[in-house]
């Protein structure tokens, strides 16, 4: 194995995957991270019935396996958030979110050592261009936060990189002609863009300043479209816009609670559990009441988060497809057609293309100059956002990007510049 040249990696750390990459003089390379695969999902799973933690597919396996534990994912989305400086019981123990994502960062940098078999003190971080929308102070605190987390997992020197900015850089590895590319990189917590001129000649420049024309993002990204997947078609099967005894709506807030990848938690408490229960009495519609009532009970609402989230991937190949979920009821199977996504999804598909037109403003540039559109993240091929986007640019080509690796890719080539001689 070639080893890499500098004390230095990058790390996409990310709301649904994980990667690292390191430059060997010639170009960046991911490193495997699980059973020889780049990426390493964004999840701890905390075994209670063996003491012990799990990352990545393994976690996500041990919880499948029905093992009593927490399933911990979609960590990136406390960034920034009110919930950042709290925690959660695991155990009966206090874990701080800093721990946590301590603890997922913490084994990137081990696994990525491993492989590249040497140690790494310097790192470039991807964020996404915004963490917060529209809150200054919160971004830049979550950014802060984030360096100060790694700081505690042993790096020395960290800086950052926004996320399609590296995407860029990626892509730039290989072009053969010069052009005007709007980058595009739909994660799972933000859609972020990157205007940038790119060239075979620029490529090995450290001061790129003069070729990024701008950056734009929007906190929307594939666990908001899981979400509202999610409550369109699952969540009215426990009960969502049900009507109790008197006429009066069934309380959401579960609803959104369980439907939300990092704040399924919250629903597991005893006082939610204590509230559920006292409802029991005004309940009309007693069938979807029980659903709710099982799936909370025996905290299986991660089973549904994964079901939907396979859903809406096979959506985006086929018209239709069928998601068992027997947290729900045994045997109990639901279709959910394509139609489903696309109109559950619109507002936030919406936003989205709002916030690529306001970079391609904030850079003064039309959309007719734009010469190719460079997709990468792994929420980026849902056909009714491709269409937009198409659609907002039309004389554009599009290339795809490795939807997993290309910012890992691009932060190892950043930190070649940044940490080189």
Same mark, same amino acid.
Not at 23 to 38: F, I, S, T, V
Not at 364 to 371: A, K, L
């Given at each position: 194995?070639?080893?890499?040249?500098?004390?230095?990696?990058?790390?996409?750390?990310?709301?649904?995957?994980?990667?690292?990459?390191?430059?060997?003089?010639?170009?960046?390379?991911?490193?495997?991270?699980?059973?020889?695969?780049?990426?390493?999902?964004?999840?701890?799973?905390?075994?209670?019935?063996?003491?012990?933690?799990?990352?990545?597919?393994?976690?996500?396996?041990?919880?499948?396996?029905?093992?009593?534990?927490?399933?911990?994912?979609?960590?990136?989305?406390?960034?920034?958030?009110?919930?950042?400086?709290?925690?959660?019981?695991?155990?009966?123990?206090?874990?701080?979110?800093?721990? *946590?994502?301590?603890?997922?960062?913490?084994?990137?940098?081990?696994?990525?050592?491993?492989?590249?078999?040497?140690?790494?003190?310097?790192?470039?971080?991807?964020?996404?261009?915004?963490?917060?929308?529209?809150?200054?102070?919160?971004?830049?605190?979550?950014?802060?936060?984030?360096?100060?987390?790694?700081?505690?997992?042993?790096?020395?020197?960290?800086?950052?990189?926004?996320?399609?900015?590296?995407?860029?850089?990626?892509?730039?590895?290989?072009?053969?002609?010069?052009? *005007?590319?709007?980058?595009?990189?739909?994660?799972?917590?933000?859609?972020?863009?990157?205007?940038?001129?790119?060239?075979?000649?620029?490529?090995?420049?450290?001061?790129?300043?003069?070729? *990024?024309?701008? /950056?734009?993002?929007? /906190?929307?990204?594939?666990?908001?479209?899981?979400?509202?997947?999610?409550?369109?078609?699952?969540?009215?099967?426990?009960?969502?816009?049900?009507?109790?005894?008197?006429?009066?709506?069934?309380?959401?807030?579960?609803?959104?609670?369980?439907?939300?990848?990092?704040?399924? /938690?919250?629903?597991?408490?005893?006082?939610?559990?204590?509230?559920?229960?006292?409802?029991?009495?005004?309940?009309?519609?007693?069938?979807?009441?029980?659903?709710?009532?099982?799936?909370?009970?025996?905290?299986?609402?991660?089973?549904?988060?994964?079901?939907?989230?396979?859903?809406?991937?096979?959506?985006?190949?086929?018209?239709?497809?069928?998601?068992?979920?027997?947290?729900?009821?045994?045997?109990?199977?639901?279709?959910?057609?394509?139609?489903?996504?696309?109109?559950?999804?619109?507002?936030?598909?919406?936003?989205?293309?709002?916030?690529?037109?306001?970079?391609?403003?904030?850079?003064?540039?039309?959309?007719?100059?734009?010469?190719?559109?460079?997709?990468?993240?792994?929420?980026?091929?849902?056909?009714?956002?491709?269409?937009?986007?198409?659609?907002?640019?039309?004389?554009?080509?599009?290339?795809?990007?490795?939807?997993?690796?290309?910012?890992?890719?691009?932060?190892?080539?950043?930190?070649?510049?940044?940490?080189?001689?």
């Amino acid at each position: 194995m070639t080893r890499s040249l500098l004390p230095a990696c990058g790390i996409d750390f990310g709301t649904s995957n994980s990667t690292a990459a390191i430059h060997d003089g010639e170009r960046a390379r991911l490193l495997p991270l699980e059973d020889g695969k780049a990426t390493l999902p964004s999840a701890i799973f905390f075994n209670l019935d063996e003491d012990s933690h799990s990352f990545g597919r393994a976690a996500l396996g041990e919880y499948l396996e029905g093992y009593e534990g927490r399933l911990m994912r979609s960590m990136k989305s406390l960034l920034g958030s009110s919930l950042m400086d709290s925690g959660t019981e695991v155990a009966g123990r206090y874990l701080s979110f800093r721990e *946590l994502l301590g603890r997922f960062i913490g084994e990137v940098k081990s696994r990525a050592e491993q492989q590249a078999q040497q140690s790494f003190s310097q790192v470039v971080l991807g964020r996404p261009v915004r963490f917060v929308d529209d809150d200054d102070a919160a971004d830049a605190q979550a950014e802060r936060t984030l360096g100060e987390i790694a700081v505690t997992c042993g790096f020395r020197d960290i800086s950052f990189q926004f996320e399609p900015l590296a995407a860029a850089h990626d892509y730039e590895q290989d072009i053969a002609r010069e052009e *005007l590319v709007l980058v595009i990189d739909i994660g799972g917590g933000t859609s972020d863009f990157s205007l940038v001129r790119l060239s075979p000649e620029r490529r090995g420049k450290a001061d790129r300043s003069s070729d *990024l024309l701008a /950056h734009g993002g929007v /906190h929307i990204g594939g666990t908001d479209f899981d979400r509202q997947l999610s409550l369109a078609a699952v969540m009215p099967e426990m009960g969502l816009g049900a009507q109790l005894k008197d006429g009066k709506p069934f309380p959401s807030s579960v609803f959104f609670q369980l439907a939300t990848w990092h704040t399924i /938690h919250l629903a597991y408490t005893r006082k939610s559990w204590s509230d559920l229960q006292g409802m029991a009495r005004d309940i009309a519609d007693v069938r979807r009441y029980d659903r709710l009532a099982r799936v909370v009970q025996q905290q299986r609402a991660h089973e549904i988060a994964i079901a939907v989230e396979g859903a809406k991937i096979a959506l985006s190949e086929h018209a239709s497809t069928h998601v068992e979920l027997d947290a729900l009821e045994d045997n109990f199977t639901l279709e959910i057609a394509r139609d489903t996504l696309d109109i559950a999804v619109a507002a936030e598909i919406e936003r989205v293309c709002a916030a690529a037109h306001a970079t391609l403003k904030l850079g003064g540039v039309q959309p007719d100059r734009i010469d190719t559109l460079f997709f990468t993240g792994g929420a980026s091929a849902m056909p009714a956002l491709r269409r937009a986007l198409a659609a907002a640019f039309p004389l554009a080509r599009t290339v795809e990007g490795d939807a997993y690796g290309s910012v890992g890719s691009g932060l190892a080539v950043t930190a070649r510049q940044r940490y080189g001689n």
